[in-house]
């Protein structure tokens, strides 16, 4: 059973801060995704990936299929960045697994 | 397109009352789940349905709950009769036709349901 684990649970960061959000899983998957939740509720897809980096704009995505690892980056952090972010596993054909997600506030 | 669309997006009733929780999915898409997402356990898988079949309903807590998907553009989640344990958001979310279970998902809105 594959199970995924995100750190910290909580972050409050200071507007312009670099920011990383850790994401453990425990067997191989076929793609990890970040998704962000904003107070408001909605669910939005920021990333899927199965190797390697992406990016877009002031988030970068990364992730280390040997170390069952991805990280989710923010440069220049932002109040409007406060949201939950959450990542999800993709193991073969089967549904995704999702961390608890990890509460970030920026204060300006 | 209007993306995924949820009915209510909040609804109050007291335990004991049936409650039925309404999405319609983006046009195109195939393959539609229903999430609970409380804050102890995070987001839960309770069923997914392909092409209007449900594949894997092992996620659904017990038989007060069900879900229905009629056809393409259209699916049901009731739950009967209801207690305050199911107080949370559920979300319904969708793939695009040719996608897998991998693939990005489209989420709606939510409802936020409480259970007095």
């Known amino acids: 059973k594959n199970e995924v684990e995100q750190s910290p649970q909580n972050l409050t960061a200071q507007e312009g801060e670099f920011i990383t959000i850790n994401c453990s899983y425990s067997?191989?998957?076929?793609?990890l995704h970040w998704l962000q939740q904003h107070p408001g509720g909605g669910i939005v897809s920021l990333f899927m990936l199965s190797s390697g980096k992406k990016k877009h704009g002031r988030l970068i995505a990364t992730i280390n299929i040997q170390e069952k690892h991805s990280s989710l980056h923010i440069t220049a952090s932002h109040p409007r960045d406060s949201a939950v972010y959450i990542c999800a596993a993709a193991l073969g054909n089967t549904p995704l697994v999702f961390g608890k997600g990890t509460r970030l506030s920026v204060i300006a | 397109d209007a993306g995924v669309i949820q009915s209510p997006r909040h609804e109050v009733t007291e335990m004991g009352q049936e409650v039925t929780l309404r999405c319609k999915p983006i046009?195109?898409?195939?393959?539609l789940f229903w999430y609970r997402q409380t804050m102890m356990r995070g987001l839960e898988l309770l069923i997914y349905f392909n092409n209007n079949v449900p594949i894997d309903d092992s996620g659904m807590p017990e038989d007060r709950f069900s879900a229905k998907m009629p056809n393409a553009s259209f699916s049901t989640l009731k739950i009967q009769p209801s207690e305050p344990r199911d107080s949370a958001v559920y979300f319904c979310a969708s793939i695009p036709k040719g996608g897998g279970l991998a693939d990005t998902q489209y989420f709606g809105p939510g409802t936020r349901l409480t259970v007095l």
């Open positions: 046009s195109g898409h195939n393959s």
């Open positions: 067997v191989g998957i076929s793609a």
